[in-house]
């Protein structure tokens, strides 16, 4: 039963709402109420898609900087070499242009 389709064919000439200018239009303070309260509930549907997005780019671009963050650690961790090679070169005796 839940896999047969509609047998309603959307009619074609089924009016939709207009657009209208508050500002323009003569209308009432209930319709400015309404109108009010629908833009309010659009409003509140369309933050809670957007604060999910902020949160999940908020989280990328966190965890790029902790990643870059990281291997400056890394890299700056391995560059023990160049001061045993100093060392190495003091008690030779030896000037380097690091000296």
């Keep these: 039963m839940s896999d047969q389709k509609p047998t309603v064919?959307?009619?074609?000439e089924v009016p939709f709402a207009k657009r209208i200018d508050p500002n323009k239009?003569?209308?009432?303070?209930?319709e400015f109420y309404f109108i009010r309260q629908v833009e309010l509930a659009q409003w509140k549907k369309k933050s809670?898609?957007?604060?999910?997005?902020n949160i999940a780019t908020g989280l990328g671009i966190g965890a790029?900087?902790?990643?870059?963050y990281a291997?400056?650690?890394?890299s700056v961790k391995q560059e023990k070499i160049m001061d045993e090679l100093d060392e190495e070169a003091k008690m030779r005796g030896a000037k380097t242009g690091a000296n």
Excluded: S
């Excluded at 239009?25 to 209930?30: A, F, H, S, V, Y």
């Excluded at 809670?48 to 997005?53: E, F, S």
């Design 9 to 12: 064919d959307p009619d074609p």
């Design 48 to 53: 809670q898609q957007l604060r999910g997005r």
């Design 25 to 30: 239009e003569d209308l009432t303070r209930d």
């Design 71 to 74: 291997y400056t650690f890394y």
């Design 64 to 68: 790029i900087v902790m990643g870059i």
